[in-house]
């Protein structure tokens, strides 16, 4: 077994019209034992910036302390919020300063940038982005979710079908990949608004 699958998980993020959504499974597991059903990996930078986290999930932790760290610096020094693809930067940076013996971690960043263009990008663990138009995916469950959104997304959904399809996506995915699931975690993030929902999911 790989060391990014030690915990499980499923990440993904989608684009849509002026918005943008992440959602993430909520299962903590060691191996094949399910340790916890409410773990959170999707994480806030600022209003319109969200870091998900899949693989190792005590690496995903120290990452996120680190970057969150990191953005207040910035914060501070600019008076600013950080741009998504400046998050980016920074966060290839991190993982690829580490690169011989790097976080366990495949990141999802998902943000709204100038003019409220969403942008959303993953990367492997030592930081090689992977830019994208559409959807993004990472984690345990990648392989169905990257089937499930092919056939799902369409450009420029409006919020509330974006939830609806990136959810339809999520739980269909776990459903095939026994080590992540338990229901999911979707953030919907619009220039006005941030809403969060928890999704219920089959429960083994």
Request: aromatic share 10%.
């Amino acid at each position: 077994m790989s060391i990014f699958e030690y915990n499980g998980s499923a990440l993904v993020a989608m684009v849509g019209k002026n918005c943008f959504a992440i959602a993430s499974d909520r299962r903590l597991g060691v191996q094949l034992q399910t340790i916890a059903t409410d773990f959170q990996r999707i994480s806030k930078i600022h209003d319109k910036l969200f870091i998900g986290l899949s693989g190792l999930a005590t690496d995903a932790q120290t990452l996120y302390q680190r970057l969150l760290f990191r953005h207040k610096l910035y914060q501070l020094r600019e008076e600013r919020d950080m741009k998504p693809q400046t998050f980016a930067s920074l966060v290839s940076a991190i993982l690829y300063e580490k690169r011989f013996g790097p976080y366990f971690c495949q990141p999802v960043i998902a943000g709204l940038g100038d003019d409220d263009k969403p942008f959303i990008c993953t990367m492997d663990a030592i930081g090689a982005k992977e830019l994208a138009k559409d959807f993004v995916v990472a984690g345990t469950a990648s392989e169905s979710l990257y089937g499930a959104c092919e056939s799902m997304f369409k450009p420029d959904m409006e919020p509330e079908e974006l939830f609806e399809t990136i959810s339809q996506a999520l739980l269909s995915s776990v459903d095939r990949d026994c080590l992540s699931g338990w229901g999911g975690h979707v953030y919907v993030v619009t220039p006005t608004e941030v809403k969060e929902r928890i999704l219920k999911g089959r429960m083994d």
